[in-house]
Antibody, heavy 122, light 107 residues
Framework: EVQLVESGGGLVQPGGSLRLSCGAS????????MDWVRQAPGKGLEWVGR??????????EYAASVKGRFTISRDDSRSSVHLQMNSLKTEDTAVYFC?????????????WGQGTQVTVSS | DIQMTQSPSSLSAFVGDRVTIGCRAS??????LGWYQQKPGKAPKRLIY???SLQSGVPSRFSGSGSGTEFTLTISSLQPEDFATYFC?????????FGPGTKVEIK
């Protein structure tokens, strides 16, 4: 059974930093791209970014709203993916989900974690 | 960026009703579309990939169709556990973009 467990959320002041982590199990982590998606309170889903696998040189893609402030990294030896968030703004307040990308099905998001809450407020 | 719209934004239906949700992309995305179901306080769950392929374990009352810019999610006979919000998302080009969601409520 695939499991994705996010951690690291919390309350942070505007301009601050936070590092989210997502631990994975139940599949060969190194074979998959991984995404981060967020959901502001009462709002829809917003894609944050993606990290590809080793054979694709761990390259990344980001939404314009976070580019230059957020960085996605991964540690295949620990089956984990991370989201480093800097220069946080109040509009970054959201539940952050990590998701496994299924490249055999059009790169849709096959499995999701339960999410971790990030609140940016003074 | 490719914009995704959904219609309607919400609907009320009875158990047993046939329900159809539409999704439109601002430009052609072939069949690079997924449908996701989300219940309150829970993570989204993939229902459909490649516009019309049913995720393993998802009941066959769910089906997807379409290609290019127009897509549809159909629930052939609505069940109590289907009351949720449904999102489409295009996976054709970056950034991945989601529709605003369709909330399905009990009538």
């Amino acid at each position: 059974e695939v499991q994705l467990v996010e951690s690291g959320g919390g309350l942070v002041q505007p301009g601050g930093s936070l590092r989210l982590s997502c631990g994975a199990s139940g599949f060969t982590f190194s074979d998959h791209y991984m995404d981060w998606v967020r959901q502001a309170p009462g709002k829809g889903l917003e894609w944050v970014g993606r990290i590809r696998k080793k054979t694709n040189r761990y390259t990344t893609e980001y939404a314009a709203s976070v580019k230059g402030r957020f960085t996605i990294s991964r540690d295949d030896s620990r089956s984990s993916v991370h989201l480093q968030m800097n220069s946080l703004k109040t509009e970054d307040t959201a539940v952050y989900f990590c998701a496994r990308v299924d490249d055999s099905s059009g790169y849709t998001l096959a499995d999701w974690g339960q999410g971790t809450q990030v609140t940016v407020s003074s | 960026d490719i914009q995704m719209t959904q219609s309607p934004s919400s609907l009320s239906a009875f158990v047993g009703d046939r329900v159809t949700i539409g999704c439109r992309a601002s430009q052609g995305i072939r069949n690079d579309l997924g449908w996701y179901q989300q219940k309150p306080g829970k993570a989204p769950k993939r229902l459909i990939y490649a516009a019309s392929s049913l995720q393993s374990g998802v009941p066959s009352r769910f089906s997807g169709s379409g290609s290019g810019t127009e897509f549809t999610l159909t629930i052939s006979s609505l069940q109590p556990e289907d009351f949720a919000t449904y999102f489409c998302a295009q996976h054709n080009s970056y950034p991945v973009t989601f529709g605003p969601g369709t909330k399905v409520e009990i009538k």
